[in-house]
């Protein structure tokens, strides 16, 4: 039986064939919305989405489902409790979209230093206002904070040293690079910067990170950019530093964006003075969409040809303290059953389990991660093991 494929958003015709040329049965529906899923993904193997929400009901519902394919970085469309609940892989695609999203970053900044719009827009309605639009200040020179150093965040760096800003970062991590400062806390940096962008994945961590405490600490007249989730700023608090201070805000994301790819579009933002909003495409330009692609066809091929699970992003992490079996023995049907038929008498869980067989198939060695140590009795009788060429168990 053929591997069902689901593409519940636009993706490449190029990249589609591929998946067709390996025998895989490809389903290709780009206008799915969320409530839609559920009944399309009932028999189908894998779903590929971009922006499309992939919902409890949707994992619960498909009854052979393995993985799911997020076609860009972040993965908070994807319901990841309910996925691991049914042992449902959860994979995407980082870095494809890096250079995508730090040109609109970029762009944006421009944008509202130089007023691109306004002058357009005035243009079209046959309003000549070269006065008002000759009060730009000029990007060279200014202090950027870039929060968020991953991908992304670096090629914003490098795009914004090309143009003389002094940049600093901030990450998990500790900066490093050329021309790069690392800033350990907000109040330190935000009421010096005249650029703030962020670049962040939406966490618990992360959500409404930018509130009435972050604004408040900016300069006024500051330049705001958003091109990651809508989730990290607490929009009513940005809607009053707009009002209050002044700034100017760039985003390609905000609050209850249409989950539709066209239609009418309602917010609050619209009514401001010196707020851009695009329509969230910062990954959709040509390149990156072609890179996401053959990425996401790569992930899909590996994990149907090896078992393989590139960029896998529900797998737990090790826990801090556990324990480490390592069993060398003869590559018999049955040594490695009767190894674990001792742990599982102990009730020692494995949580990890990888079997590597030595040239020419008469050895191999098992490396077992275990929740619990093995005891000296249960140690003994893997000793006693004719098969058993020798055990090494330690805490790591």
């Not at 052979?64 to 309910?82: D, P």
Request: proline residues 3%.
């Amino acid at each position: 039986m053929k591997v069902k494929v689901l593409i519940a958003d636009k993706l490449p015709e190029q990249y589609i064939q591929k998946l067709k040329d390996a025998d895989l049965d490809v389903i290709y529906q780009p206008k799915l919305g969320e409530n839609d899923l559920p009944e399309a993904a009932k028999d189908v193997d894998v779903i590929v989405v971009r922006s499309t929400v992939v919902n409890a009901k949707t994992i619960e519902d498909a009854k052979q489902l393995n993985l799911i394919v997020r076609a860009g970085a972040g993965v908070n469309n994807i319901n990841i409790a309910a996925a691991n609940k049914k042992g449902v892989y959860v994979s995407n695609c980082p870095g494809k979209n890096s250079i995508a999203v730090a040109e609109l970053a970029i762009g944006l900044m421009i944008s509202l230093d130089r007023r691109i719009p306004n002058n357009v827009m005035d243009f079209k309605k046959g309003v000549w206002n070269k006065g008002e639009y000759s009060k730009a200040e000029g990007l060279f020179g200014k202090t950027l904070a870039i929060v968020g150093y991953g991908a992304i965040g670096k090629e914003v760096a490098k795009r914004a040293q090309a143009l003389g800003m002094n940049i600093y970062a901030k990450d998990i991590s500790r900066i490093e690079g050329y021309g790069v400062k690392d800033f350990s806390e907000f109040d330190q940096i935000l009421p010096i910067a005249d650029i703030v962008t962020i670049h962040l994945p939406q966490t618990p961590e992360t959500k409404n990170l930018f509130n009435d405490k972050m604004f408040g600490y900016m300069k006024k007249g500051a330049i705001f950019i958003n091109t990651s989730r809508a989730g990290v700023v607490d929009e009513e608090a940005l809607i009053r530093a707009v009002k209050e201070k002044g700034l100017k805000v760039g985003m390609d994301v905000f609050k209850d964006e249409p989950e539709a790819k066209s239609g009418p579009v309602s917010s609050k933002l619209q009514e401001l003075e010196n707020v851009y909003i695009t329509h969230h495409i910062g990954a959709s330009t040509e390149q990156a969409q072609n890179a996401v692609a053959e990425e996401t066809v790569n992930i899909i091929l590996g994990f149907i040809q090896s078992g393989f699970i590139a960029h896998w992003v529900n797998r737990a992490k090790a826990p801090e303290t556990h324990y480490q079996l390592i069993v060398k023995h003869y590559d018999k049907p049955g040594v490695l059953a009767s190894v674990l038929d001792v742990l599982k008498v102990g009730d020692i869980n494995i949580e990890e389990v990888e079997n590597t067989i030595f040239d020419g198939g008469m050895v191999a060695c098992c490396t077992m991660k275990l929740k619990g140590p093995a005891t000296s009795h249960m140690l003994e009788l893997i000793r006693n093991n004719s098969n058993v060429i020798s055990y090494s168990h330690v805490q790591v």
